[in-house]
């Protein structure tokens, strides 16, 4: 049977989990943070709203403990653009960088490997509203983001990822439109997958 002869997984094999820090932290206005554009968004009637969501903010000890329970050893997560950098300015939230901190030494101590994307769908606000990825200005904005949170965890996580799903924030936002700034134009849609890869690299 097959069952019988396929080959077991590796002992470094790695099983996790993943998340995106606009659904699942909450705390979508605390300790510094701004809105990103996913906060802003008109949720349909009846749907939850990012204020709370699963409360990791608050309760991540308790996710990773039961993610070590459940037999996980690792775990992707995104950072959340605006809970870090403040401003278009670049300013840099102290509290906003000590809670990725925590949320990763909770992790290592828990033999759990972190995974980091530095992008998950959760533009500030400050930037959407000067063009978002049509503003070229964005991917110096993201430059900088991403060099500070490189050097701030540095020695701590090894694996990273640039982007979520590139395609799906930029054509599901600027062709389709149900995802923010839910425009319909395919000249844009170009603009702002140009503007992403340009980030990227």
């Known amino acids: 049977m097959l069952h019988k002869t396929l080959k077991p997984f590796p002992k470094d094999f790695l099983w996790g989990a993943s998340t995106s820090a606009y659904q699942v932290e ?4 605390e300790d510094g943070k701004g809105p990103s554009c996913q906060d802003v968004k008109v949720v349909p009637e009846g749907t939850s709203d990012l ?3 699963a409360d990791q903010y608050h309760r991540y000890k308790e996710d990773i403990r039961m993610m070590k329970e459940g037999g996980q050893n690792s775990f992707r997560f995104s950072l959340s653009w605006p809970r870090i950098i403040l401003d278009k300015e670049g300013t840099v939230n102290p509290k906003g960088l000590q809670f990725y901190h925590d949320l990763i030494d909770e992790c290592l101590r828990q033999g759990i490997e972190p995974f ?4 998950h769908w959760d533009l500030p606000q400050y930037l959407e509203a000067e063009g978002g990825w049509q ?4 991917c110096d904005a993201f430059m900088h983001y991403a060099r500070v949170v490189m050097k701030e965890f540095d020695g701590k996580i090894t694996y990273w990822t640039t982007f979520n799903e590139p395609r799906w924030f930029i054509f599901n936002g600027y062709f389709i439109g149900n995802y923010p700034p839910e425009c319909h134009s395919a000249q844009m849609t170009e603009k702002g997958a140009w503007h992403v890869l340009l980030a990227h690299a």
């Open 135 to 138: 503003n070229r200005a964005t």
């Open 51 to 53: 204020k709370v969501c």
């Open 116 to 119: 980091v994307t530095i992008y």
């Open 26 to 29: 909450g705390a979508s206005l």
